[in-house]
């Protein structure tokens, strides 16, 4: 099955051709996730190390062992169950607890100016940490914008005027006849990727 919109003529997706409603169904996201996947970047993101020197394989492997006790409580509600869950949370906390005061120790007594390393650790463990992590700079119409005003600004524009523009692109559709809505649709969020 081929068919043209009234103002453009080139071929639907061929993902209608058939009886099969899985059949259709699968050729139809097949061919959406191709073009969703050509047209987002694939990021590929390290692990970096953990900064957390004092999360040992023991501790870790307790944490996962927490976890699945915690499913299991919650699948059902054996009190014997919830007070070896609570008693091993406690014991965990406590092992943790250790394991931090013996890393920082180690720490502040292996550094030159104890009372540094000291407010570091600190910070660090109230979530004070001077890292700022905002947006620095932001390419907005090929310039180059560092003031956060203006960057501020800029996507406080684009948030606003995004649902007016939805709307008008929905009323000018509305207007066009197009046999199939899901192909009109799909050629409107990709419009030169779909043949």
């Not at 009886?19 to 191709?34: A, M």
């Amino acid at each position: 099955m081929t068919f043209y919109s009234n103002s453009v003529m080139r071929p639907g997706p061929l993902f209608f051709e058939g009886n099969d409603v899985n059949t259709i169904l699968n050729s139809f996201l097949n061919t959406f996730l191709r073009h969703y996947y050509s047209s987002f970047l694939v990021i590929k993101v390290k692990k970096r190390p953990s900064h957390n020197s004092w999360i040992t394989l023991g501790i870790h492997i307790s944490c996962q062992c927490k976890r699945a006790l915690c499913m299991e409580f919650k699948k059902n509600n054996n009190p014997q169950i919830k007070k070896y869950f609570r008693e091993y949370c406690r014991i965990l906390s406590r092992v943790i607890q250790e394991a931090k005061k013996m890393e920082y120790n180690r720490r502040i007594l292996s550094t030159n100016n104890m009372m540094k390393t000291s407010w570091k650790l600190i910070n660090k463990e109230s979530n004070k940490d001077r890292n700022n992590h905002g947006i620095h700079s932001l390419n907005i119409n090929g310039m180059s914008a560092t003031n956060q005003q203006f960057i501020a600004s800029a996507f406080n524009k684009h948030l606003t005027t995004m649902p007016t523009t939805i709307t008008r692109n929905i009323i000018a559709s509305t207007s066009v006849n197009i046999q199939n809505n899901i192909s009109f649709s799909l050629n409107n969020v990709f419009p030169n990727l779909i043949p």
